[in-house]
Each structure stands twice: as structure tokens, then as C-alpha cells.
């Protein structure tokens, strides 16, 4: 049998896979950079970390749930601020003294004011009786008017420079009793601070901090009232408008599954919360390259039942949605595996941002 067709007809077959092969390779890389790869490069693909920490007030890159942080104060405080022109000559407590209403807190010297007291005093006498010096010149002019007779033309010049006088006298005085109105109050003001040297209370509590002058922007003392609690909590621009007053929430503590029910009583547009150096909170942008603001604000809750809370303890507060359970190994708060499964969107404390969670 002649050999020599069929090794022809096998190299045939032979080439015929190759160039379809070749051709099926350009095809697939052609379609490939059509399709925005090449070859070589890979995308990169950004993956979450195994595990995910809640650390206090920050939260996870992978979503936000309805969850604020909190911290407990006593709905009525009391900040006094020292008058910057008077100096304090006695301070009668200290902080963490506890304070009834009308117990005296401190005292400012009245010497000096006893002094501005007298000056005024006198200062006021010399006002009365310049005013009562324009009335006698006033009675002096008037009598003289009265012996002129305006008909005679001698006397009419006399007549109009005495009426010229009249007047330049009477806006004097009025000038004059002015001054003696504002005096008098100046004089009542220092004998009200003579009255009221001694600060007092106007509420039940326990002294939270006494400003020794390092910091001008705090309050001269501070007092934290005693009684009734409030949760102070800090929502930000773009979860601000999914809370109302009267919103009925959950208290959960940071260390235990202990919870308590409250209710949002008052959420604060017009002030900006601040962080703990004062400034407002904010973000970096994806690029990582661009710091923006983002503002927070102030919202309070009402516990039905305030129980076991402490005075400056820190909590959770959970405007709805599904359970949450925290752990707490070595400071950092670690969701369990499946716990924020029910959960939506949480408000991070430090970073400001939202995302939703997959």
C-alpha cells in the first residue's frame, strides 16, 4: 500500500489545527483588551480583613448600623462664668464636692467696688448740681426777660440773645440728666455686685471642675446636676434626619448585655459637636489625599428606667434594628461572628462617614 497520501493528508490535518489554534489565541487576546485586560496585568481586587474591629467610637470600613456611643450626664448642669472685672477672693469648694441649692461656691472682693461705689456717688452729687445751677440761671434770664419790652427796639437785641441762652441752658441740662440716669445705674449695678459678691448654687449637685484660668474658653466652675439622667450621643450631617424627637431607642451597655429603654427627647441642629481637641470631625477622601469636614450634632435620649446607670458612664444607643453583640479583649470591641447580620448602617464616631454594608 502506497504511504505516501496518507502522510499527506496528515500533515495537512496538522497544519490545519495549528493555524486554527493560532487564530483561536489572536481571537481571545483581541477580545480580551476589547474587554479591558491585557495581557500580563491583572485587576487588583480589594478584599475585607478577616477579622473586623469596633474600637470605642470607631467603626469598620464595611458598612454602617443604626449604633451611636453615648456617654450618661444629668439633665440639669450648671456653668458660671467669673466676671472678667472683678477678681475672686474666696472659693468655698472643690470638685467633687457635692452642693445643694443656695450652699455659697465662691466670693468676689468688694473692696474695690465699695471704692467705684464712692467716685460715682460724688460724680452723680456733681451732676445734680450743675442741673440745678441751670434752673437758678434759667429763673435769673426769665426775670430779666420779664423787665425788657419787646416792642421797643432797643430792647430786642437783648431780648433774642437772652432767648438764645434759654436754650443753650435747657439742652445742657438735658444733656446733664441724661448723664445722671447713667450714672444711677452704674451705681446700682456696683451696689447689686456688693450684694450678690457671694455665688451660690442654683441647683443640687456635685462639683464637676473649677477653671484656675489655663483655659479661657471653660467655664469659671461647673456643676454637674444630681437626679434624673440623659444620654448625650453625637450624630453626623447625613444620619441626622433619620432621628426624630420622640423616637423610642435602646441603651446597651459597653461592658455587659445590659440594656435599658429610652427615648430621643431633643436633637440640637444648631450647634456642632465637637472632638475631644475641639475641632470639627472629619474624613479623607478615597484618594487619601483630600481632608474634608464632615459636621456632626448633638441629640439626647431619656431612659424610661434609668436602673444601674452611672453618672459619665459610656453606652450604645440603638435607634432600632436587629440584635448586637459586643466583646471586649484588651480594650477593643469586636463584633461576634453573625451578630450584625439585622444590621443596616451604624454612625462612626471618629471617622464621620457612612457606607453601606454588604
Known amino acids: 500500500m502506497n504511504k505516501k497520501p496518507i502522510i499527506a493528508i496528515a500533515v495537512i490535518a496538522v497544519l490545519i489545527a495549528g493555524f486554527a489554534g493560532v487564530y483561536g489565541i489572536i481571537n481571545a487576546k483581541k477580545a480580551g483588551e476589547e474587554a479591558g485586560y491585557i495581557e500580563g496585568e491583572t485587576e487588583d481586587i480589594e478584599t475585607l480583613p478577616e477579622e473586623e474591629y469596633i474600637e470605642e467610637g470607631e467603626y469598620t470600613d464595611t458598612g454602617m448600623i443604626n449604633l451611636y456611643t453615648g456617654v450618661v450626664e444629668a439633665q440639669k448642669s450648671l456653668e458660671i462664668q467669673k466676671d472678667s472685672s472683678r477678681t475672686v477672693s474666696d472659693i468655698y469648694v472643690e470638685a467633687g464636692d457635692e452642693v445643694a441649692e443656695g450652699d455659697p461656691l465662691f466670693a468676689y472682693k468688694t473692696d474695690d467696688v465699695s471704692l467705684k461705689i464712692e467716685q460715682a456717688n460724688i460724680e452723680l452729687e456733681g451732676i445734680n448740681n450743675d442741673i440745678i445751677q441751670s434752673y437758678t440761671q434759667i429763673d435769673f434770664i426769665n426775670k ?8 421797643k427796639e432797643e430792647d430786642k437785641e437783648q431780648i433774642a440773645d437772652y432767648q438764645m441762652q434759654l436754650l443753650e441752658i435747657m439742652s445742657s441740662i438735658k444733656q446733664s440728666e441724661m448723664s445722671a440716669k447713667t450714672k444711677q445705674a452704674e451705681i446700682n449695678s456696683l451696689q447689686k455686685s456688693v450684694t450678690n459678691a457671694t455665688v451660690t448654687s442654683s441647683i443640687n449637685g456635685v462639683v464637676k471642675s473649677i477653671n484656675n484660668g489655663t483655659d479661657t474658653t471653660a467655664p469659671f466652675m461647673s456643676i454637674m446636676g444630681t437626679g434624673n439622667f440623659q444620654i448625650k450621643c453625637k450624630v453626623d450631617e447625613m444620619n441626622i434626619y433619620s432621628l426624630q424627637e420622640g423616637m423610642a431607642v435602646t441603651i446597651r451597655s459597653r461592658v455587659d448585655d445590659t440594656t435599658w429603654k429610652g427615648t430621643i427627647t431633643k436633637i440640637e441642629t444648631g450647634e456642632l459637636a465637637k472632638d475631644e481637641n475641639g475641632g470639627d470631625y472629619g474624613y479623607t477622601s478615597d484618594e487619601g489625599t483630600t481632608s474634608e469636614s464632615a459636621s456632626k450634632y448633638y441629640f439626647y435620649v431619656t431612659p424610661e428606667n434609668e436602673g444601674s446607670l452611672l453618672l459619665g458612664q459610656h453606652v450604645y444607643v440603638e435607634a432600632g434594628g ?3 453583640i459586643f466583646e471586649e479583649p484588651d480594650g477593643d470591641l469586636t463584633p461576634e461572628e453573625g451578630a450584625l ?10 471617622a464621620g462617614d457612612t457606607e453601606e454594608m454588604p
Open 144 to 151: 430779666q426777660l420779664a423787665k425788657l419790652d419787646e416792642k
Open 322 to 324: 436587629g440584635e448586637y
Open 341 to 350: 447580620d439585622d444590621a443596616s448602617e451604624i454612625e462612626d464616631d471618629s
